[in-house]
C-alpha cells in the first residue's frame, strides 16, 4: 500500500520501498526540475572520515553501471538543461531542470544513480585532488575561514562542529572501500525524496516515478545522530590571524532547529536586526545586503563601523547556529562592533520592538519566501529541502507562523538565546606580509 | 516564438513588458550606457560608487524613506555598474509597480548624492577593494585588462577601482558622471511578470515619461511587439586594442593562500561581431559543455588538477577578454597551464570533432526557454539583448542562429580569437616564480 496526500497542487505519496515521491505541476515553462534527495551529510561523518558525504557526491558523477561517465551530465545538456548537486549538513542532492520531454530520462539518470554508481579506485584517486583543490579555494576566502573555526568552537559535540568538505588529513586518508560503503549505507529509497516540479501531468508523472524507482530495494535504515549539543554557559572566544584586506568579526549563538516553533520567531528576530534571512539555500543569495531600514544595518554601515554586515539563519535537523559576520571599517576597534551588537541585541531583550518593525521584518519575509519558490527548480528545491530537515509542510506553514509572532516572543527569545553567556565571538586580524600597492602598472609584468 | 510588446516614449527611453500569467511578482531591470567602462580617467570607481549612491537620497526623499517604502513591501533593491552598463533590479510582489516605479524614477532622475553618504560609500569601497587585492581569482582577472588592452583603453581598469583613484573622486565627480550618462534616451527598462502587459506600459509611460535625462529621440511613442523590434539607439563606440605580438606573462604574487588562480587570456570577439554564435559553441566545447568542456575533461577529470577549470568570453561593445581559467595548488600551476595551453593549442591547429559540435549546438540552443524561465532572468536577458542593439527577438533567433553555426565557423573562430602565440597569461597566488612560468 502506498500512502498519499493531497495540499493545495502539491502531491505526496510514499512508494512501498519507503522513497517519498513529492510532486507539483506548474506550467509556466515548457520545463521540468528534478531533485532527489538523500538524508546524509556531513552530521554522519565522524572524525577520520569528515568529507566523505561530499566526496561519495562527487564520485556519484562518474558514471553508473547503466549511464557512462560523460552522459551523466551530457544529457542533461542535451535538453537544454541545467544541473547540479550538492552537500550540506543533513542533506545531498543532485537536481536537473530541463525540457520537459527529458523528464523520464532524468528519472532514469537519477534511480541509476541510486543504486549502481562505479566507484573505481582510479577515479577515486582523481577525484581526491579534485576535493582537496576545492577545499584550498574555501580556504584561500579568510571570510570561510574564520567561519569554520568559529563553527568548530561554538559546536563542541555535535557533527555539525565539522566542515562540510572535510579535514585536510581525512581527504588524504579517505579509501575507496569508505567512500563506497557510505554511498550504500545511505543511497537507499527509504533515505531518499524524489521531487518532480514543473509541466508534467501528475498522474503520468507518478506512473513514471514508479517504473523507474519503484523495483529499488529497500535497505536498512540509516543511524541516526545521537549526539546532542550541551549547554553552553560562558562566553568562548577565538581571535585568527591570516593574510586579509579586512579585519572581521564573527558572533555566533545556538539556534533552534527548523521544525521548533521558535524557528519562526527567530526569522522575525533576524528580521528587525538585519532585514531577515533567506530560506533558500541554493538560490536565496540575491545579492542584496542586509535592509537598509534594519538595526544593524543602520548601527553598523551607518555608524560608520563596518563596511558590511551579514546574518545566517539555516533550517537544519538538529539545532545549528545564527551567526553575525560583519567586515570591520578600517581603524575601527572591534570592540566597538562587539558593544554595538550587543547594544541591539538588548534592544530586543528588553523588549524596545515597535509594531512598524514587526510588521516590516514579517513583510520582507513574505515576499522573499514567494519569490525564492517562483521557479520550478526553487520549488522543487524548498519542498525537499524542507522535507530532509523537517517536513515539506514547513515551508508552506512557515508564512503562518511567521504572521502569528508577537513582539513578547522576539524578547523571550533574544533574552533566551542571544545572551553574551551563549554567544562565541571570533576576529580575524591581517597578517604577515600586507598586499601590495594596487597602483595602475602594477608589479611583475615582464615580457619575455 | 512568444510576442513581447514595448514601447519607446518621447524621451527615447525604451519599455519592454513580457507578461507571465504563473508568477505572483515582477521584475524590473533598468539599464544605462553607464559601466566602468565610462569612468573618468585618473578617477576608476565612479560608476560603481555611483550605483551605491543612488538609492541613498533622490529627489526630495531621503535614503530612509526609500530604504524604509522598499523594505515595508519586501521589495528587493540592487544597483550595480558592470563594465559597459550600470543596472538597477528590482523584484516585487504584483501589486507594488506603480509605487516602485515612482521610486524608480527618482532614483535614476533625481539622485542628490548626500556629502555624508558619499563619504561612507567611497570607504566602503575601499574596503572592498582592500579585500579584492587579496583575492586570487580577482586579482588575475585585473592583470589579464591591464595586460591586454593598453592605457587608457576603456577596458583597461577594475571594474570598482583602485585604492588611489577611488581616493580621488569627489562628489562632484558623481554629480558630472550621473549628467553625462544618466540619459532616458537610449536607456531600457526591462519588466517580467504578473501583469497585463498594455496597462503595464501605460503606466511605465505615465510615470517614467517625465525623466527627462536629453530627450533627442524622434520617435514619438512607437510601439509593437517583438519581430517589429524598436530599431537600435546609438552606443558608445570602444576601440580595439592591439593585438599582443608574444605572449606575456604576469605574476602576482599573494603570499599565505592555499590556491593560485590563472588565468590564459586572449582578445575575444565583441557582441556584435557576426561569428558570435560560432564563438558561443568554440566556448562550450572548449570550456563549458558538460562539466567544463575539452578544459575540464583533460584537467579536471584526467589529471584531477584542479576543482574549477573553464573558459568563458565577454563580449560587450567593445572585444572583452576570452580566458581560460582554473585554481590550483601552487606546485601544480606549471603542469595545469601545460595542460591548458595543449588544449587551446589542439583546438586551433586540429579543430573540433562532429560529435563535439553536435553536443555544444545542441545544449545552447535548447538551453533558451529555460535561461528565461523566471522574471528577472527574461528581463535580464530582454534588456541585454535590447541594449546592445540585438531586438527583443534575440533569444530565439540566437538559438536558430546557433543551430546554423558549422564546423568551419567554429574553426574560424577558434583560430581569430585562440592565438597561443599572443596571449596573456596571469597567475596570482603563492610562492610563484616567473621563470617557471615563460
Known amino acids: 500500500m502506498t500512502a498519499r496526500t493531497r495540499r493545495g497542487d502539491i502531491v505526496v505519496t510514499r512508494l512501498p520501498n519507503g522513497l517519498t515521491v513529492i510532486l507539483r505541476e506548474m506550467r509556466q515553462a515548457p520545463v521540468v526540475s528534478v531533485w532527489c534527495w538523500y538524508r546524509v551529510g556531513s552530521r554522519d561523518e565522524r572524525p577520520g572520515i569528515t568529507g566523505i558525504s561530499h566526496w561519495v557526491e562527487h564520485m556519484n558523477f562518474k558514471g553508473t553501471r547503466r549511464i557512462h561517465k560523460e552522459d551523466v551530465t551530457r544529457q542533461v545538456e542535451l535538453a537544454g538543461g541545467t544541473w547540479n548537486g550538492y552537500t550540506w549538513l543533513d542533506v545531498t542532492a543532485y537536481f536537473e531542470t530541463v525540457q520537459s520531454d527529458a523528464f523520464e530520462e532524468m528519472l532514469r539518470l537519477e534511480a541509476s544513480r541510486m543504486t549502481e554508481c562505479l566507484y ?57 572501500d569508505d567512500l ?100 533558500n539555500l541554493w538560490s536565496g543569495q540575491d545579492g542584496r545586503g542586509p535592509s537598509k531600514t534594519s538595526r544593524l544595518y543602520r548601527s553598523l554601515i551607518e555608524g560608520d563601523l563596518a563596511s558590511q554586515v551579514s546574518t545566517l539563519l539555516v533550517p537544519t535537523r538538529h ?16 570592540g566597538r562592533i562587539e558593544e554595538t551588537l550587543t547594544a541591539e541585541i538588548g534592544r530586543l531583550a528588553q523588549g524596545d520592538i515597535e509594531e512598524r518593525d514587526l510588521t516590516r521584518a514579517k513583510n520582507q519575509f513574505l515576499a522573499r519566501h514567494a519569490l525564492e519558490s517562483e521557479s520550478t527548480t526553487d520549488a522543487a528545491h524548498q519542498l525537499g529541502f524542507f522535507e530532509t530537515v523537517a517536513v515539506h509542510r514547513l515551508f508552506l506553514d512557515l508564512p503562518r507562523r511567521v504572521r502569528a509572532v508577537t513582539a513578547g516572543e ?28 594596487a597602483a595602475p602598472g602594477g608589479h611583475g609584468v615582464s615580457r619575455p | ?31 544605462l550606457e553607464a559601466g566602468a567602462a565610462f569612468d573618468p580617467a585618473e578617477k576608476e570607481g565612479t560608476a560603481a560608487l555611483v550605483a551605491s549612491l543612488l538609492d541613498r537620497g533622490a529627489g526630495s526623499l531621503s535614503a530612509a524613506a526609500i530604504a524604509g517604502f522598499f523594505d515595508d513591501l519586501g521589495v528587493a533593491y540592487a544597483a550595480e555598474a558592470h563594465r559597459d552598463t550600470l543596472d538597477i533590479r528590482l523584484r516585487l510582489l504584483s501589486d507594488h509597480l506603480p509605487g516602485v516605479l515612482e521610486r524608480l524614477r527618482l532614483i535614476v532622475a533625481e539622485p542628490t548624492f548626500p556629502g555624508t553618504e558619499v563619504g561612507r560609500q567611497k570607504g566602503q569601497l575601499l574596503t572592498t577593494i582592500a579585500e579584492r587585492d587579496q583575492d586570487t581569482a580577482a586579482v588575475s582577472e585585473m592583470g589579464l585588462q591591464e595586460a591586454l588592452f593598453p592605457p587608457g583603453h576603456p577596458y583597461r581598469h577594475p571594474r570598482l577601482g583602485t585604492r588611489d583613484s577611488v581616493s580621488r573622486i569627489e562628489r562632484a565627480d558623481l554629480v558630472a ?36 535625462g536629453g530627450a533627442d529621440g524622434p520617435a514619438r511613442g512607437a510601439r509593437g511587439t517583438a519581430g517589429t523590434a524598436p530599431g537600435p539607439a546609438a552606443r558608445a563606440s570602444i576601440p580595439d586594442p592591439p593585438a599582443p605580438d608574444r605572449t606575456i606573462v604576469v605574476v602576482k604574487p599573494i603570499d599565505g593562500k592555499t590556491q593560485a588562480d590563472i588565468a590564459l587570456g586572449f582578445r575575444g570577439p565583441r557582441r556584435l561581431s557576426p561569428d558570435l554564435p560560432a564563438s558561443l559553441v568554440l566556448n562550450s566545447i572548449l570550456g563549458e559543455f558538460s562539466l567544463g568542456g575539452r578544459l575540464g575533461k583533460v584537467i579536471r577529470e584526467r589529471a584531477g588538477l584542479a576543482y574549477y577549470v573553464y573558459s ?93 553555426v558549422t564546423r568551419r565557423d567554429v574553426e574560424e573562430a577558434a583560430r581569430k580569437y585562440l592565438t597561443p602565440r599572443s596571449c596573456v597569461l596571469v597567475v596570482a597566488g603563492p610562492e610563484l616564480e616567473k621563470e617557471t612560468l615563460a
Open chain 1, 120 to 176: 573505481s579506485q582510479n577515479e577515486v584517486e582523481h577525484e581526491r585532488t579534485v576535493v582537496i583543490s576545492e577545499l584550498q579555494g574555501g580556504e584561500n576566502d579568510p571570510r570561510s575561514y574564520l567561519e569554520k573555526e568559529v563553527t568548530g568552537t561554538a559546536l563542541q559535540a555535535h557533527p555539525y562542529r565539522w566542515p562540510t568538505i572535510g579535514y585536510l588529513s581525512d581527504l588524504r586518508a579517505i579509501t575507496r
Open chain 1, 180 to 279: 563506497y560503503g557510505h554511498y550504500r549505507r545511505y543511497y537507499v529509497p527509504n533515505n531518499g525524496i524524489l521531487v518532480a516540479t514543473g509541466d508534467f501531468e501528475t498522474a503520468a508523472a507518478l506512473r513514471l516515478v514508479r517504473r523507474h524507482f519503484g523495483g529499488i530495494r529497500r535497505g536498512e535504515d540509516p543511524p541516526p545522530v545521537r549526539t546532542i549539543e550541551p549547554p553552553q554557559s560562558g562566553e568562548r572566544r577565538l581571535t585568527i590571524r591570516r593574510p586579509s584586506g579586512a579585519v572581521y568579526l564573527e558572533f555566533a549563538f545556538h539556534a533552534p532547529a527548523a521544525s521548533e516553533q521558535e524557528f519562526a520567531v527567530f526569522l522575525v528576530a533576524d528580521g528587525i536586526l538585519a532585514g531577515g534571512p533567506t530560506v
Open chain 1, 319 to 334: 539545532p545549528y547556529l545564527y551567526r553575525v559576520g560583519v567586515t570591520v571599517n578600517e581603524g575601527v576597534d572591534p
Open chain 1, 410 to 437: 522576539v524578547a523571550t527569545l533574544a533574552r533566551a538565546r542571544l545572551d553574551g553567556d551563549r554567544r562565541t565571538v571570533g576576529v580575524l586580524f591581517p597578517s604577515g606580509p600586507q598586499p601590495a600597492p
Open chain 2, 1 to 31: 516564438m512568444s510576442a513581447v510588446p514595448w514601447i519607446r516614449l518621447d524621451n527615447g527611453l525604451e519599455v519592454i513588458a513580457r507578461p507571465n500569467g504563473a508568477a505572483r511578482s515582477i521584475a524590473v531591470q533598468l539599464v
Open chain 2, 177 to 212: 558622471f550621473h549628467r553625462h550618462r544618466f540619459r532616458s534616451s537610449g536607456a531600457i527598462v526591462s519588466m517580467a511578470g504578473d501583469f497585463d502587459p498594455a496597462r503595464a506600459l501605460a503606466l511605465a509611460a505615465s510615470i517614467l515619461g517625465t525623466w527627462n
Open chain 2, 312 to 404: 568563458r568570453f565577454s563580449a560587450g561593445l567593445g572585444p572583452g577578454p576570452f580566458v581560460a581559467r582554473a585554481g590550483v595548488a601552487p606546485d601544480r600551476v606549471r603542469r595545469a597551464l601545460d595542460l591548458m595551453r595543449r588544449t587551446i593549442e589542439q583546438i586551433v591547429r586540429r579543430g573540433v570533432t562532429p560529435g563535439e559540435l553536435r553536443d555544444s549546438k545542441q545544449a545552447l540552443a535548447a538551453s533558451v526557454p529555460r535561461s528565461m524561465e523566471t522574471n528577472p532572468e527574461a528581463a535580464a536577458i530582454l534588456a541585454d539583448a535590447e541594449f546592445y542593439g540585438l531586438g527583443i527577438d534575440y533569444p530565439w533567433r540566437l538559438a536558430e542562429m546557433i543551430r546554423a
